[in-house]
């Protein structure tokens, strides 16, 4: 089993940063799939970003291309969100997952067998 458990949430004015991070426990994650998945109010989860075993193997949803990097540092068995240039539309529990494959299905949330509890990321206007 892996229990995943992040931090770093808050709240953050429009065009500020955060980080998240996401420790593992359990099992070295170091050859899993660890991606981030938000939930806004009223609305469905939905995929953010997932960085493969490799480092060089990353997935980002188009709206955050360019804002957000996801990063791992197996050593710690840790995996960060690195979230620049926020805006209200970011505001959501942010969720850590895992999985032990890397492949097309890597964006869909049912691929994913351990989620952590969220963390509340609020981006003010």
């Known amino acids: 089993q892996v229990q995943l458990v992040e931090s770093g949430g808050g709240l953050v004015q429009a065009g500020g940063s955060l980080r998240l991070s996401c420790a593992a426990s359990?099992?070295?994650?170091?050859?899993?799939?660890m991606g981030w998945f938000r939930q806004a109010p009223g609305k469905e989860r939905e995929f953010v970003a997932a960085?493969?075993?490799?480092?060089?193997?990353?997935l980002y949803t188009d709206s955050v291309k360019g804002r957000f990097t996801i990063s791992r540092d197996n050593a710690k068995n840790t995996v960060y969100l690195q979230m620049n240039s926020l805006n209200p539309e970011d505001t959501a529990v942010y969720y850590c997952?895992?999985?032990?494959?890397?492949?097309?299905?890597?964006?869909?949330?049912?691929?994913?067998?351990?989620w952590g509890q969220g963390t509340q990321v609020t981006v003010s206007s």
């Open positions: 997952t895992a999985r032990t494959r890397w492949d097309s299905t890597s964006r869909a949330a049912k691929a994913y067998g351990y």
């Open positions: 960085i493969g075993w490799s480092p060089g193997n990353t």
């Open positions: 359990g099992r070295t994650t170091s050859t899993y799939t």
